[in-house]
């Protein structure tokens, strides 16, 4: 599967935006947008730099399904859809772009009797937003609209709550809707206490 490194993590169910430049991605976005498979894989640089390669990478992440290409102020604009959660099982010769063997991770199951913690999941991280939102420019709303259908949901929670890339690592591995919910109120609830924290202290 051809890949691209980010400084970030994509979710299922969420959306990526890319401008695409470098002349490796910009060939492999060609090779895509001519195929049936119009989809990469995204996964989470550990060390190093989006642009220019030799950065080292996290073995788990997910499909990125192209949904709109476009040319706009000179770059290659991406749209694309976070699928099916990945796991890096050999990375390949770059030719030019980065390319892996992955396999495809089970989806997680929903169980109806865990719609008490999605609810509470989804109270903490819009508090977490509105919070956020006081201190800093949020990249997402606290009014976002979300999907109605719990797991997209679950995962756009995930997507959406104001965490740093490897506590969002750590949410994309989940291996059930329980620990991921679980984590995600804790992670999220302990973040909101540390701005909370830290500019109380500035402001005194």
Known sequence: MPMFPLGSVLFPHM???????????????????????????????????????????????????????????GFIGLVAQGDDRIEVAEWLKEDPHPRADVRRLPELDWDPELQPL??????????????????????????????????????????????GPLDQLALLRSTSIGLLLENLIRLTQEAADTWSATWGDELG
Not at 32 to 50: D, H, K, M, T, Y
Not at 61 to 70: D, L, N, Y
């Open 118 to 163: 999605l609810d509470q999941a989804e109270r903490v991280v819009r508090r977490s937003l509105a919070v956020a939102s006081e201190f800093e420019e949020p990249v997402w709303t606290a009014d976002v609209e979300l999907a109605a259908e719990p797991l997209p949901l679950a995962w756009q929670l995930a997507g959406i709550a104001p965490l």
């Open 15 to 73: 959306p990526l935006r890319l401008r695409v430049f470098e002349p490796r991605y910009l060939m492999m976005l060609s090779e895509l947008v001519n195929s049936e498979a119009a989809e990469f894989g995204v996964v989470l640089i550990e060390r190093g730099q989006e642009v220019g390669g030799g950065e080292q990478r996290f073995g788990v992440g997910t499909v990125a399904r192209i949904v709109e290409v476009g040319v706009s102020d």
